[in-house]
């Protein structure tokens, strides 16, 4: 998601310059200045702006080695799913500034959709600045309700998974009925982009628009009938999203 959210704010116009990246593989990655350890930031190099794009089960490792960085201008921000943002400030101490953040994947490419809140600590400018950073890469949701953060997860934060998964699963359900592989994929991508455009576009509620496509006794109303289901889509979306969100929260 780091690499993700790197390749969304250098194509807003963010210098490759502006950015140093810490990696303990040290792995090199475009022009940006790769370190492998905190400590070797240069001691002039004060970052205004700390993201921690790290595995949940690494945070508590990694996080305290940026205490020495707590000062009034710098904010902290955490991607790392499920830890809370109490977690957060006891690794960073009490007079942290702290953000909690949960971005998708479209935000490569400007299209992505980051949930966050503040840390009590964090003051009202640090929240405008936070808002510049991920309205650069899509849409910024605040939120007041830690709790919320599961089901986020489970839904904007997986949730590009899903529709890959769909667009599998369509793309071979075409060929089985006997387009060729290029074409049967484009026809999905092109019909979920189509689709997901219009949406945002129209008036109508998606179930509008789903009545809108539906004639009656007609191809769609018969896939429908099986989609629509008492064990149909909806039931297994809800298994799926509950999976995920009750994961979520075994990652504190």
């Known amino acids: 998601m780091g690499s993700a959210l ?64 707590v000062r009034p201008k710098t904010i902290f921000i955490s991607i790392a799913a499920g830890k809370t943002l109490s977690s957060l400030q006891s690794l960073l ?18 299209l992505g959709s980051t949930v966050v ?25 605040w939120i007041k309700n830690e ?15 899903y529709l890959f998964h769909f667009i599998e699963c ?20 092109e019909t979920i982009y189509g689709s997901a455009k219009l949406v945002t576009k129209s008036r109508e509620s998606p179930a509008n628009l789903r009545e809108m496509v539906t004639s009656k006794g007609g191809t769609t109303e018969a896939a429908l009938k099986v989609l629509m289901a008492p064990n149909g889509l909806k039931k297994l979306v809800q298994q799926a999203t509950k999976s995920a969100a009750q994961r979520s929260k075994t990652l504190k």
């Open 6 to 69: 790197l390749a969304g704010w250098f194509g807003s116009g963010l210098k490759m310059t502006d950015i140093i990246a810490v990696d303990p593989t040290a792995k090199k990655l475009n022009n940006i200045l790769m370190l492998s350890n905190p400590k070797q930031i240069p001691p002039q190099f004060l970052p205004d702006v700390i993201v921690f794009a790290v595995k949940p089960q690494l945070a508590d490792d990694i996080i305290p080695l940026y205490r020495s960085f």
């Open 117 to 141: 809140m503040a840390g009590k600590k964090t003051g009202k400018n640090k929240q405008k600045i936070c808002n510049s950073i991920f309205e650069s890469v899509g849409k910024i949701h």
């Open 170 to 189: 369509l793309s071979d359900a075409a060929q089985n009925l006997g387009l060729p592989a290029k074409l049967a994929e484009e026809l999905v991508i």
């Open 93 to 110: 101490g009490k007079d942290a500034q702290i953000i909690r953040a949960m971005p998708n994947l479209p935000a490569t490419i400007s």
């Open 147 to 161: 709790k919320m953060f599961d089901a986020v997860t489970a839904i904007s934060g997986s949730g590009p998974a």
